[in-house]
């Protein structure tokens, strides 16, 4: 399922003393099964942009178009729409509310009218996905720990089935162990579900780790959309924006600048190291030191 937003454009506080422009004509489409990253400083407007895709808010003026159908052409049918566009908002775990994992995984799908057979496949599929196992069904999800709430908030938006997900910075307020759990099931989400995902996040290194495609947010704007290379390159823009380029960006930069000879164009710690080692193996090998 494809996304388009075509000239879109909203207030808050339209004709008050307090009107805000969050969004200024934007444009962009997004094709089934991509992985997106949407990055910008706060106040850009990307907050109010996901809340769009979702229909949470109506364009002032513009459209979003699902699969080519304007989403809210009928009212009647905006449900459907958060169930096909699953927005998991930051700190979802706050969301939590049921006695026990399961019966809040299956919230969603029960809502949605399916039998309990139905039900239960989804929900145990989904927390299958997050890494949740049986033995958590039963517990309640406040004694589980930051990164397994954030992961079962996850699931019960999964449960529902959508086809787009987007993640509001799923891994703000985690330790670094909760956020590798946290990505390392964004990972699998991707692969096994092949859905398309929208990632908002202010980690330069995640974005460039994760994701294929990069839209930047300033003012409300797109003012960058491109690949992962294509975007970084443009550095001195984003440091413009009040944000930077992944931190091992700089240092191969810096390695350049005092004599080395590596690819310009590297933006994770995996790929540096294949390139230095590359280097210093292939010097080694040629008697240059």
Do not use: C, W
Request: aromatic share 8%; proline share 3%; hydrophobic share 40%.
């Amino acid at each position: 399922m494809s996304i388009e937003v075509k000239n879109l454009s909203f207030t808050y506080g339209a004709g008050t003393a307090f009107e805000t422009k969050a969004l200024d004509d934007i444009n962009f489409k997004i094709e089934k099964g991509e992985f997106v990253g949407l990055i910008g400083q706060t106040g850009s407007g990307k907050s109010t942009l996901i809340q769009q895709l979702n229909a949470l808010l109506s364009p002032g003026s513009g459209n979003v178009y699902l699969d080519g159908a304007d989403i809210h052409a009928d009212k009647s049918k905006l449900k459907s729409v958060r169930q096909r566009v699953g927005l998991v908002f930051q700190y979802p775990e706050h969301q939590l509310f049921e006695a026990t994992v399961y019966k809040d995984v299956a919230f969603g799908p029960e809502n949605m009218g399916l039998n309990a057979g139905e039900t239960d496949t989804r929900v145990k599929d989904a927390l299958r996905i997050v890494g949740l196992g049986e033995d958590v069904y039963e517990r309640s999800p406040f004694e589980l720990s930051g990164g397994q709430k954030r992961r079962a908030a996850i699931a019960g938006v999964l449960a529902m089935k959508p086809e787009i997900l987007i993640l509001d910075e799923p891994t703000a307020g985690l330790d670094p162990h909760g956020r590798e759990e946290i990505f390392d099931k964004i990972k699998n989400m991707r692969d096994e579900l092949n859905i398309t995902i929208i990632l908002v996040s202010h980690s330069m290194e995640d974005i460039a780790r994760l994701v294929s495609r990069i839209i930047v947010m300033r003012g409300g704007k797109i003012i960058l959309d491109g690949g992962v290379t294509e975007v970084f390159r443009h550095i001195d823009l984003l440091e413009q924006t009040g944000l930077a380029a992944p931190q091992i960006a700089y240092l191969i930069r810096e390695l350049n600048r005092r004599g080395f000879d590596l690819p310009g164009d590297i933006y994770t710690v995996d790929a540096a190291f294949d390139a230095i080692d590359y280097y210093f193996k292939n010097h080694s090998e040629t008697g240059v030191s």
